[in-house]
């Protein structure tokens, strides 16, 4: 049986109009022109104006736009690249790709994102780079982890993968660093009709990299300079998603708005929100909570029809891919206890009001028996 309250909603109506981007479609399947053609060109332009970012190159996925963007800053084998163990796996196994090892800091116990603290205790000789996630859509500690890099030389490449219009301190996330990365998976604030990744940069130098390395290292065709991959953005997804920028402010201030929402039904309920770092204008890609007795919750809305996820239930470091590199349990005690508290509620644009306060109230009834 189908919940009552779903998690999301990826229907075509769910984040801009279905007519509108039927139309998009449309207009490319006309064209005749698929892959690296003029809807890529313009949705490039329009993420460059949108988040004043310099430069903006589209490639496969967000996995891929991690791993040309640290490419492109020069990380290679044998180097070591700073990072969270608390996000999606994909964000460490960018790094792996190359050759290059994650090393694991903690993360910071109220914004659940990475610690400078910790991060600067785990640097070596071979640490050339510091990935910093701005997870569920809030920013990261821009300022210490910017300043850990500049001390050490280090490049700072932020994954902005689920902060698509999040800003900090007025500047929009995935534009403070040298390289931003970002995802266009479906379920993303901006999110394609299938896969689809962005990297943003002010370097002029990188950008013009970037378009080698995503198209096989080729610098005209025919003639590969440089070990490239094949990571192009098609043209039907580039079409689909200047669409739906159009409608991303919009989307997130619901979304903020639902989250407000929310804060507001829980206060006293016996789970806390986990914190957005003040200055952040938040992207709300996820509503999350930190909640005791976690998993008999979880069971407890998905039997009264609410449906929830959690993001993430293991730690990178405890995943078997990654066992061999010796951080086991203990080595990042904040974000291994976060792990088994958090919990993401339903929140996305077409959610309607009402479903936050049933949401609330299914909480407030479960930790009052």
Known sequence: MSPDVRFNDLSLEGAAPASEIEAAIARVLASGWFILGPEVEAFEREIVSSFDCGNAVGVGNGTDSITLALTAVGVGPGDEVLTTPLTAAFTALAVSRLGAKPVFADVEPETLTLSAESAARHITSKTRAILPVHLYGNAADIEGLLALAKQHELAFVEDACQAHGARHDGKSLGSIGR????????????????????????????????????????????????????????????AVLRVKLKY?????????????????????SGVRPVAVREGCTSARHLFVIRAPNRDALAAHLKERGIETLIHYPIPTHFQGAYESLGQGRGSCPNAEKACGEI????????LPTAAVERVADAIRGFYAR
């Open 343 to 350: 919990l993401s509620l339903p929140l996305y644009p077409a």
């Open 179 to 238: 390289v931003g990365t970002f995802s266009f998976y479906p379920t993303k604030n901006l999110g394609a009709l299938g896969d689809g990744g962005m990297v943003v940069t002010r370097d002029d130098e990188i950008a013009a990299k970037l378009k080698r390395l995503r198209n096989g290292g080729q610098s005209s065709r025919y003639r590969h300079d440089e070990f490239g991959i094949n990571s192009r953005l098609d043209e039907i997804q580039a």
């Open 248 to 268: 991303l402010e919009s989307n997130n201030e619901r979304r903020r708005e639902l989250a407000r929402l929310y804060e507001e039904a829980l206060e006293g």
